[in-house]
């Protein structure tokens, strides 16, 4: 069972006047959810696909009673996205401080970052209360594994292949897009700019904290800065004031995040566009 979260957070800014409204079901997540954590497996965990690995739930206990209701395997894609694999476990498992189950990661899956998502529902007084997703550090995963003949073990890929395991994925910098301005659009002097990112509901970013606008690698303007909660996506409405602009290059859009999992800024990048008279 694949689980989502269906409520939409927006955030609309301004550059000239910064305006935001408080993502108020964000903000109900970090209250509700807080003390929660996915302690096992670790970032320095490696697992050979066919082989198990034990993940462990913990909670720092309050009024509230939470119950474990689902628990997912989720794979990094070469290209930073959130992918789902397959669900390990469903039911209702009650969280007074701590669980594990173990989980035989699928034989067939390539070598990659894989990390699990736990699902948790919370109860106070008889009253719901929003759902918790929490997820694990990512791990390793390799197709094999022999020892050599001093005896030490080696895996069938290196682990330190950034082509395979991406350190800035292991920070928990991804599953995040700038979709818009998307590469080739055009915009004109005083246009307002609508930047928009969209967060999948398995990333590991947290907090947005900061939009910049470059020429190429030379920062022009910082469109906004502040600290802002988002669980799905944000809008931005940069008005383009430039003093001498440059209609034969590249401008764009980068994005930054706070991880959930690292003390890491990520940074996300939109599309190149040009800038007309």
């Not at 600290?227 to 430039?242: A, C, G, I, P, R």
Request: with cysteine; aromatic share 10%.
């Amino acid at each position: 069972m694949k689980f989502s979260v269906t409520a939409i957070s927006a955030l609309l800014l301004a550059s000239a006047v910064s305006v935001t409204t408080a993502d108020s079901y964000a903000d109900a997540i970090k209250a509700w959810c807080g003390g929660l954590a996915v302690t096992a497996p670790t970032a320095s965990t490696v697992v050979v696909a066919g082989a198990k690995t034990k993940i462990t739930v913990t909670r720092k206990p309050d009024e509230r009673t939470k119950t474990i209701t689902g628990l997912d395997l989720y794979s990094v894609s070469k290209d930073g996205k959130a992918k789902y694999v397959q669900n390990v476990w469903k039911g209702k498992y009650a969280l007074s401080k701590s669980a594990t189950i173990t989980d035989a990661v699928p034989k067939n899956v390539p070598a990659g970052l894989y990390y699990y998502r736990v699902w948790v529902t919370n109860l106070i007084n008889g009253q719901h209360g929003p759902d918790c997703l929490e997820t694990s550090r990512t791990f390793k995963v390799t197709t094999g594994s022999h020892t050599n003949a001093a005896g030490d073990l080696e895996y069938t890929e290196s682990l330190h292949d950034n082509s395979i395991y991406n350190p800035e994925y292991e920070e928990g910098c991804f599953g995040l897009t700038v979709d818009y301005p998307k590469t080739g659009d055009v915009f004109k002097l005083n246009d307002h700019i609508h930047v928009q990112a969209n967060r999948d509901g398995a990333s590991q970013t947290d907090a947005l904290t900061k939009v910049e606008l470059f020429k190429g690698e030379e920062l022009v303007n910082v469109a906004w800065v502040g600290t802002e909660s988002f669980q799905n996506s944000f809008s931005l409405k940069d008005h383009l004031v430039l003093n001498n602009p440059d209609t034969a290059s590249d401008y764009h859009y980068k994005v930054y995040a706070t991880s959930s999992k690292a003390d890491k800024t990520c940074v996300f990048k939109s599309g190149d566009f040009k800038i007309s008279n």
